[in-house]
């Protein structure tokens, strides 16, 4: 029988739109930078020597992602477990992008990403433990099966996104895979996120709306 945590919630709630902050200012650096690149490279020579625009913008990227991770630390208390795991990949593919001048590292780390949290979740599935609940239950309750759902459900979503990320970046130019990896991947995460409201809704432990938990059709 899977179980995942159900001590009551006494941490505090996280402000939703700090942590959006967090996670969206680093990519907005990085699709800005990857649009100025040239001009970046021509107004701060000291960048010019890191390579092309794309390269630039990464290492700004990693920059950002950095102190991205330190202000969630002060202002949270706490850096929360997957974006740290995407900084981690952030600075060692970044680093090999620029170390070895190739790009391809930078764009594969969406894939190593999405492909690493998929494997978690659905492995964590395969032994019986939903870990989506040890990641989420400071933000909402719910029970065995709730849990089960949802790991499954996003184990399958991060998978989806892995593919995505290695067809945009195969086949299209960089420019392109930056407006998808910036501009696209975060609203499609957003839509899934809200589409899962009506299970956690069913599942909820704690009373939503006065009404009684329903059972999933």
């Given at each position: 029988m899977t179980k995942a945590p159900q001590k009551l919630n006494t941490e505090p709630k996280e402000d939703p739109l700090l942590k959006l902050a967090f996670e969206l200012g680093p990519l907005l650096i990085?699709?800005?930078?990857?649009?100025?690149?040239?001009?970046?490279?021509?107004?701060?020579?000291?960048?010019?020597p890191i390579g092309t625009p794309l390269l630039v913008a990464t290492a700004l990227f990693m920059a950002a992602t950095v102190i991205s991770l330190v202000l969630s630390k002060i202002f949270m208390g706490k850096i929360p477990i997957m974006p740290l795991v995407s900084g981690v990949v952030v600075l060692v593919f970044g680093a090999l992008s620029i170390g070895l001048q190739n790009e391809v590292f930078i764009k594969m780390k969406p894939t190593i990403v999405n492909g690493l949290f998929a494997a978690v979740l659905l492995g964590g599935l395969f032994f019986g433990k939903s870990l989506l609940g040890y990641v989420f239950h400071s933000a909402f309750q719910l029970d065995d099966e709730g849990w089960k759902k949802l790991t499954l459900r996003w184990g399958l979503f991060f998978v989806f996104l892995a593919i995505l990320n290695e067809?945009?970046?195969?086949?299209?130019?960089?420019?392109?895979?930056?407006?998808?990896?910036?501009?696209?991947?975060m609203p499609i995460t957003i839509i899934f996120t809200l589409s899962q409201m009506p299970l956690i809704m069913r599942?909820?432990?704690?009373?939503?709306?006065?009404?009684e938990k329903k059972d999933e059709s």
């Open positions: 990085f699709f800005f930078a990857n649009l100025r690149g040239e001009w970046l490279m021509k107004t701060f020579p000291v960048l010019a067809v945009v970046w195969r086949n299209f130019s960089a420019d392109t895979w930056v407006n998808f990896k910036v501009w696209a991947t599942h909820s432990l704690e009373p939503i709306g006065g009404e």
